[in-house]
């Protein structure tokens, strides 16, 4: 049996649309399947914990996410490792960045035969700890930041609750423009990170602090021989200037998807990353709010999920 926990509503509601075609498929083939349609924010993760709290022991559950990152981002922080799972993943969203990143096909057509005939990989995700009296634990599988990112996304949710404005600034487009107009607003901050607990970086007027639980490197073998040797570890980097001058052609870099290296970017490689910053900042995790902190704690887990590629 295969579920699907389909966001109807991602890509501004084209998510659906690409449901229905997708099911006539699977009626075609005639694949056994379950759906689970999400009507609002939390759905996927209760959907996640359910199927995987109910099992019994022995049986592994395969969960298909149709949807985009949030949508994924909800599954995996739901999921109950009591039992099995395997994941499926047919992209949806306006960025698609964990597709990317996981060298899935943006086709739904491919990344469903994918399903048909699987093959499997181990793959880590990472966790986001943040709040002091009761901490609160987030994963996400493909980033998470505190600072000018997280602002943006933090923006682009705003708008979910209308639907007509949200239409107008979406996808790769929306997030430029919402960069842009953050950027106007934003201030940097002092603070300073800790790497696995042993060596401290203090810096002044950070703008952005993002880590990644996947290798980015343009080179696929290279980026093949980081993911084997360094499976357990995060990228970081900071973004810090004396002028916001600077930080717009970063901007530019992430609308086109091009990240390069520019003055300003410091990247380093851990187990655990601590941010203390002296004021709050907004925090996300795979484009997802975790609101305003000034302490997060970040970790890797390593292999811990069987998922199709």
């Given at each position: 049996?295969?579920?699907f926990?389909v966001n109807?509503?991602?890509?501004?509601?084209?998510?659906?649309?690409?449901w229905?075609?997708?099911?006539?498929?699977?009626?075609?083939?005639?694949?056994?399947?379950?759906?689970?349609?999400?009507?609002?924010?939390?759905?996927a993760?209760?959907f996640?914990?359910?199927?995987?709290?109910?099992?019994a022991?022995?049986?592994?559950?395969?969960?298909?996410?149709?949807?985009?990152?949030?949508t994924?981002?909800?599954?995996?922080?739901?999921?109950?490792?009591n039992?099995?799972?395997?994941?499926?993943?047919?992209?949806?969203?306006?960025?698609?960045?964990?597709?990317r990143?996981?060298?899935?096909?943006?086709?739904?057509?491919?990344?469903?035969?994918?399903?048909?005939?699987?093959?499997y990989?181990?793959?880590?995700?990472?966790?986001?700890?943040?709040?002091?009296?009761?901490p609160?634990?987030?994963?996400f599988?493909?980033?998470?930041?505190?600072g000018?990112?997280?602002?943006?996304?933090h923006?682009?949710?705003?708008?979910?609750?209308?639907?007509?404005?949200?239409?107008?600034?979406?996808g790769?487009a929306?997030?430029?423009?919402?960069?842009?107009?953050?950027?106007?607003?934003?201030?940097?901050?002092?603070?300073?990170?800790?790497?696995?607990?042993?060596?401290?970086?203090?810096?002044n007027?950070?703008?952005?602090?993002?880590?990644?639980?996947?290798?980015?490197?343009?080179?696929?073998?290279?980026?093949?021989?980081?993911?084997?040797?360094?499976e357990?570890?995060?990228?970081?980097?900071?973004?810090?200037?004396?002028?916001?001058?600077?930080?717009?052609?970063?901007?530019?870099?992430?609308?086109?998807?091009?990240?390069?290296?520019?003055?300003?970017?410091?990247r380093?490689?851990?187990?655990?990353?601590?941010?203390?910053?002296?004021?709050?900042?907004?925090?996300?995790?795979?484009?997802?709010?975790?609101?305003?902190?000034?302490?997060?704690?970040?970790s890797?887990?390593?292999?811990?999920?069987?998922?199709?590629?």
């Amino acid at each position: 049996m295969h579920y699907f926990i389909v966001n109807p509503d991602a890509c501004c509601g084209r998510a659906y649309e690409l449901w229905q075609k997708i099911e006539r498929r699977l009626e075609k083939t005639g694949l056994e399947y379950e759906v689970m349609l999400t009507e609002k924010c939390g759905d996927a993760r209760i959907f996640a914990r359910c199927l995987t709290e109910s099992a019994a022991d022995s049986r592994n559950i395969m969960v298909v996410v149709v949807g985009g990152d949030g949508t994924m981002n909800e599954v995996i922080d739901g999921l109950v490792f009591n039992v099995p799972v395997t994941l499926g993943f047919i992209p949806a969203g306006t960025g698609n960045y964990l597709a990317r990143s996981l060298r899935l096909p943006l086709n739904w057509k491919r990344c469903l035969k994918k399903i048909e005939k699987p093959r499997y990989r181990q793959i880590g995700y990472g966790v986001l700890s943040y709040g002091e009296d009761v901490p609160m634990h987030r994963r996400f599988m493909e980033s998470c930041g505190i600072g000018l990112d997280a602002a943006v996304y933090h923006s682009m949710l705003e708008k979910r609750a209308d639907a007509g404005k949200y239409a107008r600034y979406a996808g790769r487009a929306g997030y430029l423009i919402r960069g842009l107009a953050q950027l106007c607003r934003s201030e940097p901050v002092k603070g300073y990170l800790i790497l696995d607990g042993v060596k401290k970086v203090e810096l002044n007027r950070i703008y952005v602090v993002s880590a990644s639980a996947r290798t980015h490197e343009k080179n696929p073998l290279w980026r093949r021989a980081q993911e084997d040797s360094r499976e357990d570890q995060l990228e970081v980097k900071v973004i810090h200037a004396t002028s916001k001058l600077m930080i717009l052609p970063m901007i530019v870099d992430a609308w086109r998807n091009q990240p390069a290296k520019r003055g300003g970017i410091r990247r380093y490689r851990c187990r655990e990353l601590k941010v203390h910053l002296d004021r709050p900042m907004p925090v996300h995790v795979d484009g997802e709010s975790c609101c305003c902190q000034t302490d997060i704690v970040i970790s890797r887990r390593e292999r811990k999920i069987r998922m199709i590629v």
